[in-house]
Structure formats: structure tokens, C-alpha cells
């Protein structure tokens, strides 16, 4: 029998470019230092570049993002040095961090200075500063590609480059961490938070095109090194310890949001992020926790919002009722319940694709059938094509929803109103998910997911089992669409599709579970921020959305299949961890000879 075992690979440390690792690493800080100074100096002459870059002591715009990258990379690269007070920023790796925030650097910097060239017509329109960033940032990547690697690689069948690149920014194990003070942990969860409310607040609030493309790029790759220093496995133990606290620190970081907006389109794009989020969480029921592939679900938000606007006093509601929100919200979610128990009943006994066909079918059944109860194909229902608009805003004890009110000393207009009360749902929705996947029946729906025929072995009912995670999943996204009824004030058979430009739709409210991280409670919030939040802030790219949407997709499967935010389980199942399968065998020679007693 051949035994199985790995290797170290003897090339496995060294860098991509061979310097030596001290002049690499000056070569690093010295580069970021030089792209920090270039953007207190002018990178074009004219204004008509937005952000106005011709400041000389003063950066703005892009400059700015620059800045930040290059002060990172300096701060990474003195805690490489083994700077004191610093070391806690690096408890997993030294040199991958570097080598990502200089990218960030360079591609941050490189992007801008491209679009300067592009929109103004040549490179003859920069300034000596863009040299002066652009020349450092690309000798702060060059020395960031010159260190070696943080670990050392057990693969000696990929010797190709990219296989050696992506080895280059892998990262070992963060170190055990000393313990803290409980008010030092709770502090450290409450400023991370801070930070994650700045930067969002930023990404949203950025002003042109050029300024958010730079914000993305920028926030990918130093996401990206902080992920790969340790210090979100750090932070992640914090919040596991500090669960009660972790939840409060977000809901108050959450409900501060509006008040940082100074217009309200962003706030209605916060609203429509946490309607979009609360019903990709629904979903993550059926499809994360049950393996349930539903490609209709977006069906179960549209009940909700049209059961919620015929009883809401619309003045084309056919029912001519008008009840309070509170009734109204439990009608559209009761609505959605009986929907996906009556399709769920019948359509839960298939599997795999025979499942998701019968669902996707009925997703379209039920935008045409919205069309068709028009008093003409069927009864005057849902007045067709033209839905039902002039559904009126909500009113809570008094409170009216549609109007500006001044709270604090911040006015809130119309969508800063419906983000606090989709908020509040959206706590309700995470508390729920929250306790149904620690609970026996969430445990019985990854049973499900993992072997359906070994769990019913094991004495679960799977089909009991399905139809209360097909239920609940529906009923979540009913009780989103009502709150998306009034937001909209109007709603119409086209707004709930399998595909299409604008989320929320089948095909999004899918992919944000899987880009969020099925099975997670934050994955799929933060999948469909990123999938609402993207599109609505590139206007530009409206006619390739799709197109880029499956390109990221397909690279997001291969770099990182298990999501952005993974279980456990998906962890092992997606990465080799280095363990085998199968134990090493050893001969009876590789044993000693003898029996030694116990005790002797």
C-alpha cells in the first residue's frame, strides 16, 4: 500500500521577485510614503475632473482614498518591523496584508489617474503629484511582492504563476490571543462598528461615478488585508463572546445611519438595502438551512405587497377597506403563509431541480396572474399591468410616516422614516432567524440539507420539515413586501420577476444568499447590500449589469466559494485544511517491538 502524505514545497518562501527581504520592506514603506505625499500635491490642472484634484496641500476626492491606503501600508509595514504597540495589528500574517494594501494603493491610485487621462484627453492633463503618487504606489507593490510568503505551501503540483500569487497572499492561522477585559472587548466591538457606520455611510454618500469606483476598490483590498492579518478571526471571537452586545452595537450603529445623510436618496436606498436584506434572509431559511433551491421566492414578497395595499385604503383597491398597519402588515404576511403552504404542500415531496422548476414556475404564475385580474382576462382585482398606486403611508401611533418630522435636531423626510420601521422588521426577521437555526426544527433542516435520506432514517419528518421552512421563509417575505408596498406607494406584476436590471428579483435575492454565505445570519444581509448598493450606485453600467453580475459571480466561486461570510462547515468543505482523509499507514516495522505494561 502506497502510504499518503505531503511535503513542504522547497520553493515555497521564496518571493515572486527576488530582492532581499530587508530592502523589499524599505522599499515597501518608502513607496507608500512617497504615494501619501503625492497627494498633498495637484494631480491635474483643471477643475473639470470631479473632486477637483488641482489643490496643492489639500487632498480631496480620489486623493483622498489614496491617503488612506498608503497611511495603512505604512502602519502595516511598522508593524512588520516588529514596531511595539503595533504588533497586535498582524496576529495572523506580516506579509500578505502588505502586499494587499499596496495593491489597494496602486489600483486605487492607477484607476484614477487612467480616468484623469481618459475623460481629459491624454496623460499631458496630469500634474506632477500623480506622478509622484503613481511612482510610489508601484514601488510599494514591487517591494510588498519582494517579501516572502507568510506560510509555507504543502502543494508541489501548482508551480504555474497565478497559483504562486495566490499563495503569496494566503495567510496562516491567527495566533492565539491574551485574554482581555470584558469593557476592552466591548469597546473594540462598539469601535469597529463605528468604523463599519463610517465607511458605509461614505460608500453610499460618495457624489460621481469615479469617486464610488475608487471606494470599491479601495474597500475590497483592504477588507481583504485585514481579513488576511487576523484581525477579523480576532474580532469574530470578540462578537461569539459578546453576542447581546455585538446585536445592540449594530442595531444602534443601523438606526444612526439616516441621521448621517444629508439627502434623502440615500436614505431611500438604506430602505430598500434593508427590504432586500430582510427578504435574502427569509430565503436563506429555505435554501441555507432546509437546501431548499427556490427560484420563485420573489413571488412571496409580491403577495405581501399587493394583500397589504388592498386593505390599506388604496383608492384603486377593489376591496375599498382601509386597516390600521398592524392589521395590514399581518394580513399580507398572513397571505404569504398560506401561499407557501399551498405551493410548498403539493411541490415538497420533489427534489433538486424538479424543485426549483416547479417553483420558478410559480413565480411566473404569479406575475401573470397580477396581470391578468384585470376585468378583462379575469376579475377587476389588481387592475392589471397599471397595479394599484396611491397606496397611502403608514401611520404608527400618530406618526406619519410619509411626512419630514424633526428628530433631535435631524429632520427625517419620508425615507429615512421607512428605513427606522424596516429596520425594526428587519430585527424582528434576524431574531427569528437567529432562534429558528438554533432550535431542534433548525437543527432537523440541516439534516435535511446535508442527507435527506439519512435524516428520515434518523426519525425527521422531511417533508414536516420542509413545509415549515417553505412557511416561514414565505411569511418573512410577506411581511417585507408590505412595508415595500407603502414605501413604493405603488406596485405593479413587473417589479416581482425571476430576472431582470433592478433587485429585488428571484435571480438577485439568489445570489445574495450564495455571495452573502448560505446558512450564515450576516451573510446574506451583507451579500444584498452589496447586490442593491452596486447597481444603484453605478447608473452607468445599467445596460451590463447582468453581464458583470455573472462575471463577479463566477469569480467569487472560484476565489471563494463558500461566500463572503462561511460557516464551519463550508469552510471544510470548500478548503483543503490539510487533514486526511484516510490516516497515514504505517508497517508493522515502523512500530516498536514489545508490549510495555500500564504502569511500567
Known amino acids: 500500500m502506497t502510504n499518503t502524505h505531503t511535503t513542504t514545497h522547497p520553493d515555497s518562501a521564496k518571493p515572486l521577485i527576488p530582492l532581499p527581504a530587508t530592502l523589499a520592506r524599505h522599499t515597501t514603506t518608502a513607496g507608500a510614503a512617497l504615494a501619501l505625499i503625492g497627494t498633498f500635491m495637484a494631480w491635474t490642472w483643471t477643475s473639470a475632473f470631479p473632486g477637483d484634484l488641482t489643490v496643492t496641500g489639500y487632498p480631496g476626492g480620489l486623493q483622498l482614498l489614496t491617503l488612506t491606503t498608503a497611511a495603512l501600508t505604512i502602519l502595516f509595514a511598522l508593524a512588520a518591523y516588529g514596531t511595539k504597540g503595533l504588533r497586535w495589528l498582524t496576529p495572523a500574517a506580516t506579509n500578505a496584508p502588505l502586499r494587499l494594501l499596496a495593491i489597494a494603493t496602486l489600483g486605487t491610485t492607477g484607476y484614477t489617474l487612467g480616468a484623469i487621462s481618459s475623460e481629459l484627453g491624454g496623460l499631458v492633463n496630469l500634474e506632477p503629484g500623480a506622478y509622484v503618487s503613481g511612482i510610489g504606489a508601484l514601488a510599494a507593490t514591487i517591494g510588498a511582492f519582494a517579501l516572502p510568503a507568510d506560510a509555507p505551501s504543502t502543494d508541489t503540483t501548482n508551480d504555474n504563476l497565478w497559483q504562486r500569487i495566490r499563495h503569496t497572499l494566503a495567510a496562516p492561522t491567527p495566533r492565539r490571543a491574551q485574554p482581555i477585559p470584558d469593557w476592552a472587548g466591548i469597546l473594540i466591538i462598539v469601535a469597529a462598528f463605528a468604523i463599519g457606520l463610517y465607511v458605509f455611510a461614505y460608500g453610499i454618500d460618495t457624489e460621481y461615478t469615479e469617486l464610488f469606483i475608487g471606494f470599491l476598490i479601495t474597500a475590497v483590498f483592504t477588507f481583504a488585508a485585514v481579513t488576511q492579518a487576523g484581525l477579523l478571526a480576532r474580532l469574530s471571537a470578540l462578537t461569539a463572546q459578546h453576542r447581546t452586545v455585538t446585536l445592540s452595537a449594530a ?112 413565480g411566473e404564475i404569479f406575475r401573470i396572474t397580477m396581470n391578468n385580474l384585470n376585468g378583462n382576462s379575469g376579475p377587476n382585482v389588481t387592475n392589471g399591468s397599471r397595479g394599484i398606486p396611491a397606496i397611502p403611508d403608514i401611520t404608527i401611533f400618530g406618526y406619519d410616516l410619509g411626512i419630514s418630522h424633526n428628530v433631535a435636531g435631524f429632520t427625517l423626510g419620508k425615507p429615512g422614516n421607512y428605513y427606522l420601521l424596516m429596520l425594526v422588521i428587519t430585527l424582528i426577521v434576524v431574531t427569528v432567524f437567529r432562534r429558528s437555526a438554533d432550535s431542534r426544527i ?159
Open 251 to 362: 442595531f444602534v450603529a443601523a438606526i444612526c445611519f439616516p441621521f448621517t445623510q444629508s439627502s434623502d436618496e440615500y436614505s431611500l436606498i438604506g430602505a430598500n438595502i434593508l427590504i432586500f436584506a430582510t427578504v435574502a434572509l427569509g430565503l436563506n431559511v429555505v435554501v441555507g438551512l432546509a437546501g431548499l433551491l427556490d427560484l420563485g421566492y420573489v413571488a412571496f414578497l409580491g403577495v405581501g405587497a399587493y394583500a397589504a395595499a388592498l386593505v390599506s385604503g388604496a383608492s384603486q383597491s377593489s376591496l375599498g377597506v382601509h386597516f390600521p398597519f398592524w392589521a395590514a402588515i399581518l394580513v399580507g404576511a398572513g397571505a404569504s403563509l398560506v401561499f407557501g403552504v399551498l405551493i410548498g404542500a403539493p411541490t415538497l415531496r420533489l427534489r433538486g431541480d424538479y424543485l426549483a422548476i416547479v417553483t420558478l414556475g410559480f
Open 442 to 600: 433548525g437543527r432537523a433542516w440541516v439534516a435535511i440539507r446535508e442527507d435527506e435520506t439519512a435524516a428520515t432514517a434518523m426519525g425527521i419528518n422531511g417533508f414536516r420539515v420542509k413545509l415549515i421552512a417553505f412557511a416561514l421563509g414565505a411569511t418573512l417575505a410577506g411581511l417585507a413586501g408590505t412595508v415595500q408596498g407603502h414605501l413604493t406607494s405603488t406596485v405593479t406584476p413587473e417589479q416581482y420577476q425571476f430576472a431582470g436590471s433592478v433587485p429585488p428579483n428571484s435571480a438577485f435575492l439568489l445570489a445574495a444568499v450564495i455571495l452573502g454565505g448560505m446558512g450564515t445570519m450576516s451573510g446574506p444581509l451583507i451579500g444584498a447590500a452589496l447586490l442593491y448598493l452596486i447597481p444603484a450606485k453605478l447608473q452607468f453600467m445599467q445596460d451590463y449589469q447582468l453581464l458583470l453580475f455573472g462575471v463577479a459571480l463566477i469569480v467569487l466561486m472560484r476565489l471563494r466559494p463558500e461566500g463572503i461570510v462561511a460557516d464551519r462547515r463550508k469552510k471544510l468543505e470548500f478548503h483543503e485544511t490539510g487533514q486526511l482523509d484516510i490516516p497515514e499507514q504505517q508497517s508493522l516495522t515502523d512500530t516498536p517491538v514489545g508490549v510495555t505494561k500500564a504502569g511500567a
